[in-house]
């Protein structure tokens, strides 16, 4: 799929057809979010992969805006990693970009997916600790929710010229 056409159709995705999702597709949706740029190139990202049901299940009570996790066959938490973090505080922009890439890799490869916030609410953010047994140095920022769509989104426009400014406000 071509790059731009993949940004201006990617839809967050909240139905999934009854399907897992074989591992060389995983592989593949974690190389490009691995190939995400970052802050010194110090890549501080660390990746949950969650396929167990049981799990899938309890995370909408750690995050009510994930209930599709229930539904679905695959969930990945990213994470920043504090201990390889040398420009601090950039490992939020860095997961984010990580994350932008995972949502267009999925599109890509005929994937469903939906970014559901952790950063900052620190009740996510402490539940995902809690429930993956983090340590301490490592810090949830997102959890994105994955399958085979069982909808499909309208293609939207969002483009406003009157939030552009040339040279100066």
Request: net charge negative; glycine share 4%; charged share 25%.
């Amino acid at each position: 799929m071509d790059t731009i056409k993949a940004i201006h159709t990617r839809r967050s995705i909240r139905r999934y057809k009854d399907k897992s999702i074989p591992n060389e597709t995983i592989q593949k949706l974690l190389a490009a979010a691995m190939a995400a740029p970052s802050a010194r190139n110090q890549q501080p990202w660390e990746y949950i992969v969650i396929t167990d049901p049981d799990l899938l299940e309890r995370i909408p009570t750690i995050n009510p805006y994930a209930d599709m996790a229930k539904r679905a066959p695959l969930a990945i938490l990213i994470c920043g990693n504090l201990e390889i973090e040398t420009s601090p505080g950039y490992w939020i922009i860095d997961c984010a970009a990580a994350t932008q890439n995972l949502l267009l890799a999925a599109h890509a490869l005929g994937l469903g997916a939906v970014w559901t916030g952790t950063y900052p609410n620190e009740d996510r953010m402490d539940g995902y600790t809690e429930l993956f047994d983090l340590p301490e140095y490592i810090l949830p920022h997102s959890l994105v929710v994955l399958g085979y769509p069982d909808e499909e989104p309208p293609e939207e426009d969002r483009f406003l010229e009157e939030r552009i400014h040339h040279n100066s406000w």
